[in-house]
Each structure stands twice: as C-alpha cells, then as structure tokens.
Antibody, heavy 120, light 107 residues
C-alpha cells in the first residue's frame, strides 16, 4: 500500500514562492510503477491537475496554469516537490500529491491534502 | 484542454434510491474516463475507470457506462455511506481534467 504525505507552509504571502514536499512510503519514487503528481482543489471544489514527474525525471505540466509550476525529485530520499512562483490569492487551495498509475492513468493513491492560503 | 461537464451539480436522494450522474466531454475521449468519490475532508478515491471497470473493493451497486463524449455513473441502491461528491476525470490527453462534481445529499 502506497502512502503519501504532503508537508509545507500553510500560509504564503502574495508574490512569494509556494513550496511543498510529498513523502512517499510503500514504494520507491524510482520504481517506475507510477507517475508522481500534484493536484489542487479550490474552495469551490474544482480539482485541477498541476503536473507530474516520472522516475526518469521527465515532467509534464498543465499548460493552462497561470502560475509557473516546477515539480522535482526532493532533496530527501523518496520525496518529490512542488514549487509555484509568484503566487496570488487564486492559488489558495488544498494541495494533494498523488500517484498516477501508469497505463490506467488514474490517481490511485492520494495524500491527505494540505491547505495553503495565499494572503498578506 | 478537454472540458468535462457534470450534471446535475447536486441532487437530493434517499437511501435505497437509484441515482444517476452524467458527465460529458468536450471531445471524444473513447473509454478513458475515471469516476472518483470524495467525502468531506478526505481525498478523492477511485470508483471506476475506463468508463465501466469497477475498482477493486468498490461495491457492485456502482456501475458506469458510456463512451465517446457521454458517460454515466449509476448507484443502483443508495446507501448511507454513498452521500458524497462524485467527480469524473478524463485520462485521454494531458492536461488531465475533471468535472466540477456532483454532490449527493440526503433528501
């Protein structure tokens, strides 16, 4: 059973950088079984896929995002990270990390989510 | 991007009712549709993938149908634990996109 856990600040000031980490247990980030994704859910409920990273380091991002996004393998073992630059209030959301099953392309395992508020 | 439109946005139902939720894609996505269930304060969970394949351990009262642009999730006999919000997601082309959800509430 794969388990994911998000961590990071719950409050970020406008124009600053939002940085979150996702710790993986129950699988290796290099196993090749999954893509490792970030999603977010705004207060209105809509789910938005931000992007993903694979074991090879290749990334895919949502081109519709207004805020620049970077997903990378974390500095600690078995982690991956999300960075959003120059955030605005519109980036306030619950952020989830999730494992996307290769082949089926569905989000099989999710973290519990972390609420990030962008406010001065 | 492929737009996913769900209807209704909410519905009220009673235990034992048959419930139908619709999802429409803005272009042909063949069978590449996943349904999720989300309860308050929790992450979404997979119910169905490839439009009609039941995820393991999901009760058989859930069923899915459709292909192309029109899809349906049906709960044959609503149970108390089924009051939740349901989302469809297309997995045909990146960026993956979701419907805005259908909230199933107690009548």
């Amino acid at each position: 059973q794969v388990q994911l856990q998000e961590s990071g600040p719950g409050l970020v000031k406008p124009s600053q950088t939002l940085s979150l980490s996702c710790n993986i247990s129950g699988d290796s980030i290099n196993s090749g079984r999954f893509y490792w994704s970030w999603l977010r859910q705004s207060a209105g409920g809509g789910l938005e896929w931000l992007g993903r990273i694979y074991a090879t380091g290749s990334t895919h991002y949502n081109p519709s995002l207004k805020t620049p996004v970077t997903i990378s393998v974390g500095t600690s073992q078995n982690q991956f990270s999300l960075r959003l630059n120059s955030v605005t209030a519109a980036d306030t959301a619950v952020y989830y990390c999730a494992s996307e099953s290769r082949g089926l392309q569905l989000f099989l395992y999710w973290g519990q989510g972390i609420l990030v508020t962008v406010s001065s | 991007d492929i737009q996913m439109t769900q209807s209704p946005s909410s519905l009220s139902a009673s235990v034992g009712d048959r419930v139908t939720i619709n999802c429409r894609a803005s272009q042909n996505i063949y069978k590449y549709l996943t349904w999720y269930q989300q309860k308050p304060g929790k992450a979404p969970e997979v119910l169905m993938y490839d439009a009609s394949t039941l995820q393991s351990r999901v009760p058989s009262r859930f069923s899915g149908s459709g292909s192309g642009t029109e899809f349906t999730l049906t709960i044959s006999s609503l149970q108390p634990e089924d009051f939740a919000t349901y989302y469809c997601q297309q997995s045909y082309s990146i960026p993956w996109t979701f419907g805005l959800g259908t909230k199933v509430e107690v009548k």
